[in-house]
């Protein structure tokens, strides 16, 4: 039907999928992460008609470090739906990678609605662990993306949020910076898959 959006749509989710499956691995090299969030993101946008601009920021520098696979993807969704979709006009979301030290730090930022206070209190308690019995009301993705973080690379590493309600929310994700497969193994505290 002379539609171009529909091929760009079926390419971006056949690599999507091929990015998905990484043949079983759970930690893969930066540019595998940020490969699978930008099909998601052409998606999504497509989905939208629009509705949002967005840029991945990460030098080539940095592309070989080792990261989660899924690490990006959740904080994204949760950009598209809960910050830009609920913004009357066109909205910007942008994933960054740069290193801070040892660590590499993974960013994602959107300029939607914010999350209200209250909501954003019960996030940040939850990250920290404060009151883990607490019913963390559809957060459950965050709080195990988090934990896998922590018992994978130590305490010192996670996942932390600031927002402003009606300005935006920025998701930061702080890891180790392991550059190979053998610097994993040596800085990870649980078996590789």
């Keep these: 039907q002379n539609v171009p959006e529909i091929s760009q749509m079926v390419l971006a989710l056949s690599k999507f999928f091929r990015n998905s499956l990484s043949e079983g691995r759970d930690i893969v090299p930066l540019r595998e992460a940020v490969s699978l969030v930008?099909?998601?993101?052409?998606?999504?946008?497509?989905?939208?008609?629009?509705?949002?601009?967005?840029?991945?920021?990460?030098?080539?520098?940095?592309?070989?470090?080792?990261?989660?696979?899924?690490?990006?993807?959740?904080?994204?969704?949760?950009?598209?739906?809960?910050?830009?979709?609920?913004?009357?006009?066109?909205?910007?979301?942008?994933?960054?990678?740069?290193?801070?030290?040892?660590?590499?730090?993974?960013?994602?930022?959107?300029?939607?609605?914010?999350?209200?206070?209250?909501?954003l209190r019960d996030i940040q308690n939850m990250l920290a662990d404060i009151n883990p019995a607490a019913d963390h009301q559809g957060n459950f993705a965050i709080k195990n993306l988090n934990s896998q973080v922590k018992l994978r690379f130590g305490l010192s590493y996670g996942i932390s949020i600031s927002s402003e309600e009606g300005c935006g929310t920025t998701v930061l994700i702080r890891l180790p910076a392991i550059k190979d497969d053998k610097e994993l193994r040596e800085k990870s505290l649980l078996p590789l898959s």
């Design 38 to 119: 930008e099909n998601y993101l052409t998606v999504q946008n497509i989905r939208f008609k629009g509705k949002f601009r967005f840029e991945v920021l990460a030098e080539d520098s940095l592309l070989d470090y080792r990261v989660p696979k899924l690490i990006l993807q959740p904080f994204v969704e949760n950009s598209i739906y809960h910050g830009i979709e609920r913004k009357k006009d066109t909205g910007n979301l942008v994933v960054a990678a740069s290193l801070e030290g040892d660590d590499l730090i993974l960013r994602v930022s959107d300029d939607g609605v914010g999350i209200p206070g209250d909501k």
